[in-house]
């Protein structure tokens, strides 16, 4: 460190007499210094010195100022006067104390002004015209705010200091003793943790308290004269002298902005002294130190970016490095530390030696065992101990130094003369060894790697290299400020200077980019640059360097700058240039480094032939072009070896070229080709090649287990239809990867006529499949069966039916029948189950009268056991729709009456049977109950309770149940009337529900329901004289009744006449006169197997029957399904309103 005094002026008033500076302190940013000279206050530009103003308000001396913010000042005075200046030097604000104003401060943050008397302090806020006042025990010497702004101190002559909140109230009270407190001030570093508070009394100690008031340390004692200023760091460390006075100084302020401090003493001087520090750093390699907060050491590992910090707790006045050593100079030692290696690779340091000496010198370097003191044209020689070993003495100053490395004890040193001259020194010699003699100073110098060339740098700015053993100059350049030899190649040189680095190898220039900085170190492809105190590293690239070398056919050389770091591609770049000049060693190392195996076994090949004795140049660059896929400049003249090394190195292309142009046979190469493709798993490549030598067998066979079926095909396209193994043998394959397209092509190209409708079956292409039916007749057989079971599947059983019977597999249709019925009901799709049932028991009967003939239908009882069963069960199916709706869905369109009618019509059938699949009695009873219930009919609701009762029901409805139960035994036990079903043969009014059957109880007439609401229709049935053919029964029921009597009356009187006979249930029996009476409109004839008629009792009902599935439905109903749907409920025959 080092002062310069900037200016200074001496302050008299009119009879000469000087004025005492009793403050000083920058404001505006320090652009201008404000003195306090007696009485007035004299305004300087801080950088020239020039008085710019001089201000006159105070009536006695001025004690104290302030900056403030905004740009303005404060002043207090002896007047006992506090008075604020805007930033153009105007007073705005003038408020006066009861003593001398001793102390002005501003707190930062909120610009709260304090001002100290010797009896109290006020806090000046520029919004409130009022100044609070506090008293104090002691006069108050010095004040100063805490960084945040969230507390101030004040020192007192008692030698107490107060710490105290914004509004003034005492938080810390420090006594340090009797010696007032002159001086105190909070810490401005940006980087402590917390706010340390320094103070010096008069009894010549400096001491630091946290905010706590806990001392930090201990007192630190200055042992200085009041007229001495000296510089400290933050941690109370003496950094050095900047002035000396002859009178008191009485103030001393640091510019807020710039390394300036101004100073003013009591003889009337005011003086600005500029504080420069020298940049203190140390280089070696990739190693960097450098010094930090003036007391620290910080090391930098350039390429690993490892770095470490020393503590000195000392000022640093000098660093060297050397390998693992590091030299700090500190004022009265210098301590040596050593680099300690750890597992982790993390850099730290520990003390060495330390050598108890004041040395004061101009450089300083380190060796492995030595120092080396530099002062001016003596260079001393320090071991560890602090002994003196060697001393030169030079007529010239030495103005560059740099230890070159060496065994211990005996390392070369680099000197650089102001004369001129370069000498070299070993640390174990007294004599100089003179490399070079130049015209100018010189400023820089290195030495290369192998010790051969010099270069240097004058003041100049001009760079020369020399060779070391003529003497000769081997390169000159202008503008260089720096140089540094490659620590790792040795003719790689980097220059800075005018804002450019350059990097030159040999005598050519390689590189050349922007570069603000030194360039001071150059290691591998990093150039180690330094500006403004910041070390930077730079990557260059090589690849142009190494370019430069493989052009001059020097492979070993640009080998060796490849290793510093080049791309992968310049590896093989180099790589392969080298193969091509036949250096197989350098090309051998290089396709290591990319892992090309490749051409690693072409230089095993070319160095066998070697060690065979085979000196034939044209062959080994044969062999090389052929590796490198330069066929036309493969020149040996053997076409065999040619081949052979193609068909090695998988180039077939090449090796069937050579083979064509030589007369050779391509296919065995081909055929060699693939099997290697084969063997290597490249499947696909392997067909292809099998294809192009005619092997479709087995190009079939590789296609087939890739699944190519694209390239299948285009084999099945050029093979003669008369390869029919072959192409059955791609027909399967097109099968099993499930691409029937190309299996159809195959087919129709092979002839196979059965295998072809086979898959247009299982495609369901129907209209390919009859198109083969028509031109070949012998198919037939195996057409229909998977027609007709296609439109079985389709609900289209009419047509199935013809199909089957062409195929002659009526049983089939039974079969699929079955399937879908069993199927519908475990999906809970009761009304389909219910359409195939109905179709099984039509096609039962068809069945049967195929098997027994049409004569013997009616005799054949398993048939018509089969057709009763599947009908029956269809009904019930159909009947159970409902119910099943009204449990399982949300809502239902069925009214109450059609499900209660449902449940009976159920319920009759289920009731006294083990189980129907399907139907559960637990619904139906409970819809049966429920609805009931609902109807007021309590009788068969406690009925249907008590059925369920005597069931296992789900947990989840047994609750409701028990509830419904009782609450169905508070009702009558009666059913209404109107629910109650008439015989219209005997007009009998029945139970509501029989549980034996569903007919009249008195008469037996069996009864007949509308297959959509499930009510009770007013039809009897008759049946004629067993004299009566059916033709004549349909003949007389046709013909218009006589006039005279009246077939009501006939009908009545017989029905009178059956009822009043016992037994069992007997139709009644029509004679030719009633039949012939009947009203053909009211007469329904069914024909179910045999034919059943029924006559329409006089009603306001109107009846439908469907002419299919033989069903009643009353006319509104049947309208309203065949809108809805179109087709009879029952047996989905389709319908409209007027047929």
């Known amino acids: 460190m080092k002062t310069l005094q900037t200016w200074t002026d001496r302050v008299q008033d009119a009879n000469g007499v000087a004025q005492p500076i009793y403050d000083v302190i920058f404001i505006q940013d320090g652009s201008k210094v404000v003195a306090a000279a007696g009485s007035e206050l004299l305004i300087y530009n801080a950088m020239e010195g020039n008085l710019i103003k001089a201000l006159k308000a105070h009536k006695d001396s001025v004690i104290c100022l302030s900056p403030l913010l905004g740009g303005g000042f404060a002043s207090g005075g002896a007047d006992k006067q506090v008075i604020i200046w805007s930033n153009v030097f105007q007073g705005i604000l003038k408020y006066s104390h009861a003593d001398t104003i001793q102390s002005i401060s501003q707190n930062p943050v909120t610009g709260v002004v304090l001002t100290c008397t010797g009896s109290d302090f006020g806090l000046w806020t520029p919004d409130i015209k009022a100044v609070p006042k506090t008293k104090v025990p002691s006069k108050i010497c010095c004040s100063s705010w805490s960084p945040d702004g969230q507390q101030f101190a004040i020192g007192l002559y008692n030698g107490h200091i107060s710490i105290r909140s914004v509004t003034g109230e005492e938080q810390v009270r420090i006594e340090r003793g009797t010696s007032p407190i002159w001086s105190l001030a909070w810490s401005q570093a940006p980087d402590l943790e917390s706010n340390i508070l320094a103070v010096a009394d008069w009894s010549q100690k400096l001491s630091f308290f946290q905010l706590s008031g806990r001392q930090l340390g201990k007192d630190r004692y200055l042992g200085f004269d009041p007229t001495s200023v000296n510089l400290w760091t933050a941690d109370g460390i003496q950094v050095g002298l900047i002035c000396k006075k002859d009178g008191w100084i009485w103030s001393c302020k640091a510019s807020p902005t710039a390394p300036y401090i101004a100073v003013g003493s009591a003889d009337g001087t005011i003086s600005l002294y500029q504080v420069v520090f020298n940049t203190v750093h140390g280089f070696y390699e990739d190693k960097y130190a450098y010094r930090q907060n003036l007391t620290d050491v910080v090391i930098q590992n350039l390429t690993t970016s490892h770095c470490a910090r020393i503590k000195c707790r000392d000022y640093i006045k000098k660093i060297a490095l050397y390998k693992d050593c590091l030299a700090v100079q500190i004022p009265d030692r210098v301590i040596v530390y050593e680099l300690f290696h750890d597992e982790q690779g993390d850099m730290h340091y520990r003390i060495k030696e330390k050598i108890h000496k004041n040395f004061e010198c101009n450089m300083l370097v380190v060796a492995s065992q030595n120092i080396l003191i530099c002062n001016e044209n003596k260079l001393q020689q320090y071991s560890m101990d602090g002994e003196q070993e060697h001393e030169w003495f030079f007529e010239s100053p030495i103005k560059f130094i740099k230890v070159l490395g060496g065994p211990k004890r005996k390392e070369g040193v680099l000197l650089g003369m102001k004369s001129g001259e370069v000498l070299k020194i070993f640390i174990n010699n007294p004599f100089p060894i003179n490399l070079i003699k130049h015209s100018f100073p010189i400023s820089c110098a290195d030495i290369n790697l192998t010790k051969k060339k010099l270069a240097v740098v004058d003041e100049q700015n001009t760079c020369i290299v020399y060779d070391l053993a003529t003497k000769d ?35 050519f220039l390689s590189h050349q980019q922007r570069l603000d900085g030194l360039a001071i170190g150059f290691k591998g492809a990093k150039v180690f640059s330094l500006n403004n105190n910041t070390m930077s590293t730079i990557d260059i690239p090589l690849s142009i360097q190494m370019n430069r070398f493989i052009d001059d056919a020097d492979f070993q050389a640009a080998f060796k700058i490849a290793c510093l770091g080049v791309p992968e591609s310049d590896w093989k770049k180099l790589a392969m240039q080298a193969m091509e000049k036949l250096d197989l060693d350098i090309a051998k190392k290089s396709f290591i480094r990319v892992k090309e195996y490749k051409y690693l076994e072409a230089i095993r090949v070319i160095e066998k032939m070697k060690q065979e004795g085979r000196k034939e140049t044209d062959l080994f660059l044969a062999e090389v072009a052929a590796y490198f896929e330069n066929y036309h400049e493969v020149k040996s003249g053997n076409p065999q070896r040619a081949i052979e090394m193609f068909t090695q190195l998988n180039m077939w292309e090449n090796a069937t070229q050579i083979a064509e142009e030589s007369n050779e046979n391509t296919q065995d190469i081909l055929k060699r080709k693939a099997q290697i493709q084969e063997d290597r798993n490249d499947t696909l490549a392997a067909a292809m090649t099998y294809e192009q030598v005619g092997d479709y067998a087995h190009a079939i066979e590789l296609l087939g287990v890739g699944g190519w079926t694209d390239k299948l095909i285009e084999i099945v396209r050029k093979l003669p239809g008369s390869e029919t193994d072959l192409l059955n043998k791609c027909v399967e394959i097109f099968k099993k990867k499930n691409n029937t397209a190309y299996a159809i092509e195959t087919l129709k190209k092979s002839g196979d006529i059965l295998s072809l409708l086979g898959i247009y079956i299982s495609l369901q292409q129907w209209e390919e499949v009859f198109k083969i039916g028509e031109t070949n007749p012998e198919f037939s057989e195996q057409i229909y069966l998977p027609y007709g079971n296609w439109l079985a599947m389709n609900d289209r059983f009419e047509e199935a039916q013809i199909y089957y019977t062409k195929a002659g597999r009526a049983d089939e249709a039974i079969r699929v029948l079955k399937l879908l019925s069993d199927n519908a009901i475990l999906q809970h799709r009761y009304k389909d189950a219910a359409y195939y049932f109905w179709s099984l028991s039509k096609e039962s009967l068809n069945f049967n009268s195929k098997r027994f003939g049409v004569a013997q239908r009616d005799f054949n009882i398993n048939s018509v056991k089969n057709w009763r069963t599947y009908y029956d069960l269809a009904e019930v199916y159909y009947a159970y729709t409902q119910i099943y709706s009204y449990i399982e869905d949300p809502f239902t ?60 029901l789900p947990l989840t409805w047994q609750e409701t149940v028990d509830l419904a139960a009782l609450s169905v035994r508070a009702m009558p036990l009666t059913d209404k009337v109107e629910y109650q079903p008439i015989c219209y043969n ?88 009633q039949l012939i009476s009947l009203d053909p409109q009211e007469v329904f004839i069914r024909n179910l197997g045999q034919k059943e008629y029924y006559r329409l009792r006089p009603s306001d009902i109107h009846i439908i029957m469907c002419d299919l599935c033989q069903h009643f439905f009353v006319e509104d109903e049947w309208n309203y399904q065949l809108l809805l749907e179109g087709q009879c409920p029952f047996c989905r025959a389709k319908k409209d309103i007027a047929g």
């Open 473 to 507: 100059l081997l390169f000159q350049d202008q503008n260089v400020t720096s140089l540094a030899w490659n620590a790792e190649l040795e003719d790689s040189l980097c220059l800075s200077g005018n804002g450019e680095l350059q990097i030159k190898v040999n005598s």
């Open 893 to 952: 369109f069925s009214s109450p009456e059609s499900l209660l009618n449902s449940s009976k019509f159920v319920l009759s059938y289920i009731l006294n049977k083990p189980s129907v699949p399907g139907i559960s009695k637990i619904y139906t009873l409970y819809c049966m109950a429920k609805i009931s219930f609902k109807l007021g009919c309590y009788k068969l609701c406690r009925f249907a309770f008590e059925k369920l009762m005597a069931m296992k």
């Open 986 to 1073: 005997c007009s009998t009014t029945n139970p509501i529900f029989n549980s034996k059957s569903n007919s009249c109880t008195t008469c037996k007439e069996p009864f007949v329901y509308s297959f959509y609401s499930f009510d009770n229709l007013p039809l009897t049935r008759f049946v004629p004289h067993p004299d009566i053919t059916e033709e004549e029964c349909l003949k007389y029921i046709q013909m218009d009744p006589p006039i005279s009597k009246r077939d009501e009356d006939l009908f009545n009187s017989h029905l009178l006449a059956m009822s009043q006979e016992d037994g069992e249930y007997k139709p009644i029996v029509f004679s030719k006169e």
